[in-house]
């Protein structure tokens, strides 16, 4: 069994930095492909960014390109969203998920067995 434990969310300005951490138990961490998804009030959960097994390899929603970073340390069993120069439509409760053991990268959510609790992003204007 897999747990995925968010930190890092909070209260920041527009134009302001947040780093988000995830961090896994479970043996197979390095070899799953992770991801950031993230649902605002009244909105479906979207896929931000993935990244894959090996760390080699990611991929971002177009809105977030350019702004957020996504990063693992496989040693730590941890990935990392490093989310600059945020806007007010970045806020919402960030999740991140894990394929299980797979390592390509994936878009839908369904495609990800495991997920945490959440954490939450709020940017004022």
């Known amino acids: 069994q897999v747990q995925l434990v968010e930190s890092g969310g909070g209260l920041v300005q527009a134009g302001g930095s947040l780093r988000l951490s995830c961090a896994a138990s479970?043996?197979?961490?390095?070899?799953?492909?992770m991801g950031w998804f993230r649902q605002a009030p009244g909105k479906e959960r979207e896929f931000v960014s993935g990244i894959s097994g090996s760390g080699g390899r990611f991929v971002y929603e177009d809105s977030v390109k350019g702004r957020f970073t996504v990063s693992r340390d496989n040693a730590k069993n941890t990935v990392y969203l490093q989310m600059n120069s945020l806007k007010p439509e970045d806020t919402a409760v960030y999740y991140c998920?894990?394929?299980?053991?797979?390592?390509?990268?994936?878009?839908?959510?369904?495609?990800?067995?495991?997920w945490g609790q959440g954490t939450q992003v709020t940017v004022s204007s």
């Open positions: 479970g043996r197979t961490f390095s070899s799953s492909a």
């Open positions: 998920a894990g394929r299980g053991g797979l390592a390509g990268i994936r878009r839908e959510a369904f495609e990800y067995t495991y």
